[in-house]
């Protein structure tokens, strides 16, 4: 009976906790719904550019669905390579083998063009055609899967332990009556979201500082673009996280609840961040991307550590994560309003 009666307790306290109860039983449904849209999407199709004719392997290309666009001249071929509107650059040298330049920062995309480059090949006389001659523009053959997904998971856990770090600390300030009595004091709203974010934000540059350090210099993850760009990029997605998770902490009762919204908030946006094509995700899913923060901050990253890309080729990232930053941080402000109106 005393292990029914605490049972029952348990159940009764269940119950009473809507949010918790919902998260248990939808979050995991959620996350696998999510799962299968991304392990079961479609095929990728290779975006290809030819100079010139190929003697026929054009209609290997259609047969595989992968789209090519003829350039007049290898300039303007490489031009939409460096500009990742196609994947691949492929000739016909004289002696009728194939000049295959691919894309190369991303692997699974790379591995498309070659399965459709051994095909084309098998369409070949074998004896006449010699092996064809394959670059990278960024990268190389030798590119480990580190190497490859590196910057987007330095973009990822540096955002996801910021978000749980700063959502369980400013929930504890809540609770424990210090943001109550600092709401007692002349303080107006603003200003205690402005310190909390920049108090916190002390850490976070440390944080931000050692993790790009470590990944680049112990860990041997390649890099290609500058160094700063990469602790700006780190630093912003620091400050997005940092807003993001006081911002839900107001909404949450105890530890246990902020970190239910990781998989909601956090495992999703892991998902459209780059790991996998985009294209082979439905069209809602890609959309859905684009209202998140870190896809941005992981292209940007990818940009400046894979491809070598300067300030021109991330200031769209920069200043959108500093826009999701400040409607955060106006959120965070609004949201206290249910402590205090002024």
């Known amino acids: 009976m005393k292990i029914m009666a605490l049972v029952l307790r348990i159940l009764r306290q269940f119950l009473r906790d809507k949010r918790t109860l919902a998260l248990m039983l939808i979050a995991p449904l959620f996350v696998l719904t999510l799962m299968s849209l991304v392990f079961g999407g479609k095929a990728y199709h290779p975006h290809l550019g030819t100079i010139g004719e190929l003697n026929g392997l054009s209609s290997v290309i259609q047969e595989e669905s992968a789209s090519l666009t003829t350039y007049p001249n290898l300039e303007q071929a490489e031009a939409a390579l460096e500009n990742r509107e196609i994947d691949a650059v492929i000739s016909m040298k004289s002696d009728r083998s194939l000049f295959v330049k691919l894309e190369g920062s991303e692997g699974s995309v790379n591995r498309a063009v070659l399965q459709l480059l051994q095909k084309m090949m098998s369409t070949l006389h074998p004896t006449a055609a010699a092996e ?91 890099m290609e673009g500058a160094f700063w760009l990469v602790l700006l990029l780190t630093l912003l997605m620091s400050l997005t996280a940092l807003t993001l998770g006081t911002l839900l902490s107001a909404y949450a009762d105890n530890e246990l609840q902020m970190i239910q919204f990781i998989p909601i908030i956090i495992v999703p946006q892991l998902f459209l961040s780059g790991l996998f094509p985009l294209e082979t995700l439905p069209g809602w899913l890609r959309a859905l991307g684009k209202i998140m923060p870190l896809p941005y901050g992981a292209q940007g990253m990818s940009d400046v550590m894979l491809r070598g890309k300067g300030w021109s080729a991330i200031a769209g990232d920069v200043y959108i994560l500093l826009a999701f930053s400040l409607v955060f941080m106006i959120l965070n402000i609004l949201a206290l309003k249910k402590y205090r109106k002024i």
């Open 132 to 222: 064809p001659e394959i670059t990278y523009l960024h990268g190389s053959a030798d590119m480990t899967s580190l190497d490859q997904f590196g910057p987007i998971l330095i973009g990822f856990f540096v955002f996801f332990f910021v978000f749980l770090v700063a959502g369980v600390a400013f929930l504890r300030e809540r609770t424990s009556g210090t943001l109550e009595r600092l709401l007692s004091t002349p303080l107006r709203r603003w200003e205690i979201v402005m310190g909390y974010v920049a108090g916190f934000g002390i850490f976070t540059i440390v944080q931000a500082l050692l993790i790009s350090w470590y990944s680049i210099q112990v860990l041997g993850i390649m």
